[in-house]
């Protein structure tokens, strides 16, 4: 399994970026896929999910502001940001699957800034 996310990058307060994640030896609409974060110092958080069903799930903090979505036909997984504020600075990751446990599968990271 192969997790290729890109679309980090600097951003001002108030801005829009979207990440994508292509994976590969999994097909997105068959799993959870999720999207988390670290910021320096800071545990690895999550973001926001989209299970098999469609079901969304989203941290407080994004709520309102991101939107996760897929295309089972390209098999990617994305993640809108609007809004951006300074605190959403960190490093996103894709991630596959059921956290802790054998089918738990990581992207590389993408590193998003948000200037003041």
């Known amino acids: 399994v192969q997790l290729q996310a890109f679309g980090g990058g600097l951003v001002q307060a108030g801005g829009s970026l979207r990440l994508s994640c292509a994976a590969s030896g999994i097909r997105v609409g068959f799993t959870t896929m999720g999207w988390y974060r670290q910021a320096p110092g800071e545990q690895r958080e999550l973001v926001a999910s989209i299970s098999r069903g469609g079901n969304t799930n989203y941290s407080d903090s994004v709520k309102g502001r991101f939107t996760i979505s897929r295309d089972n036909a390209k098999n990617t997984v994305y993640l809108q940001m609007n809004s951006l504020k300074p605190e959403d600075t960190a490093v996103y990751y894709c991630?596959?699957?059921?956290?802790?446990?054998?089918?738990?599968?990581w992207g590389q990271g993408t590193l998003v800034t948000v200037s003041s």
């Open positions: 991630h596959a699957g059921l956290i802790a446990t054998q089918y738990s599968y």
